[in-house]
């Protein structure tokens, strides 16, 4: 069983608002993920870290940022959020050269 | 420009029979090279990882090939029942930055097992 978490599962939210999703692993994991996915489509990952302090923007250019203060925990922020942004964010972690564990997402919905 | 491609449209087969998926990529140098499962609304499980020197690798009804003189991984699930239909990712982070490098996913492949 995979001990990564994600809150909220589902979020409405109007434009213009700001939020942050939460993810939080228990593994010890060094490598954290944000992946950006649109419902049938491809994985894009949009940020990732390899450790505490360091974060690197992935290949799908994003409006939004993260931060890595501890291991365990690895937030998004949306200053202000566009009907754009709507889609599944799905969070991951691992160690170098093994398996990634993802949580169960998060599906935001801009209006 | 790097990328990882995978067939795009829906493989459909028959029960018992063996799927095979394809995956190629370009202007990377994996050093390792990963296959997830995912279905509908939830995020990707980890299947099989294989190494840049590793040819093949099994698990139960799973079996991964990595050629990087082809620059391809082909996954297969022989004996194949209706509870495999999902989208299958190959993911892979490139060589030299296994500790500090981007998981990148290709496009994934659907596949639908008819009973």
């Known amino acids: 069983e995979a001990d990564i978490y994600q809150t909220p599962r589902y979020l409405v939210i109007g434009t213009g608002k700001k939020i942050t999703l939460e993810c939080s692993q228990t593994?010890?994991?060094?490598?954290m993920y944000w992946y950006q996915q649109d419902p049938g489509m491809e994985l894009h990952l949009i940020h990732y870290s390899y450790g505490v302090n360091s974060t690197e923007k992935g290949d799908l250019s994003s409006e939004s940022t993260v931060s890595r203060i501890r291991t365990e925990h690895f937030p998004l922020t949306l200053e202000s959020a566009r009907p754009s942004h709507t889609s599944q964010y799905l969070c991951?972690?691992?160690?170098?050269?093994?398996?990634?564990?993802f949580g169960q997402g998060t599906r935001l919905t801009v209006v | 420009s790097q990328k990882i491609e995978q067939n795009s449209e829906a493989l459909n087969i028959q029960e018992g029979k063996t799927a095979t998926l394809t995956c190629n990529y370009t202007n990377y140098s994996p050093a390792y090279l990963q296959w997830y499962r995912q279905d509908p609304g939830r995020g990707p499980v980890f299947l099989l990882l294989i190494r840049e020197n590793e040819k093949e690798k099994r698990k139960e009804r799973l079996k991964v090939t990595f050629d990087t003189t082809l620059k391809q991984s082909l996954f297969h699930i022989t004996a194949s029942q209706p509870a495999d239909s999902a989208t299958y990712l190959c993911a892979l982070v490139a060589h030299g930055s296994s500790n500090t490098g981007k998981l990148i996913f290709g496009q994934g492949t659907t596949l639908q097992v008819k009973p």
């Open positions: 593994m010890g994991h060094d490598k």
């Open positions: 991951a972690s691992s160690q170098a050269a093994t398996e990634a564990f």
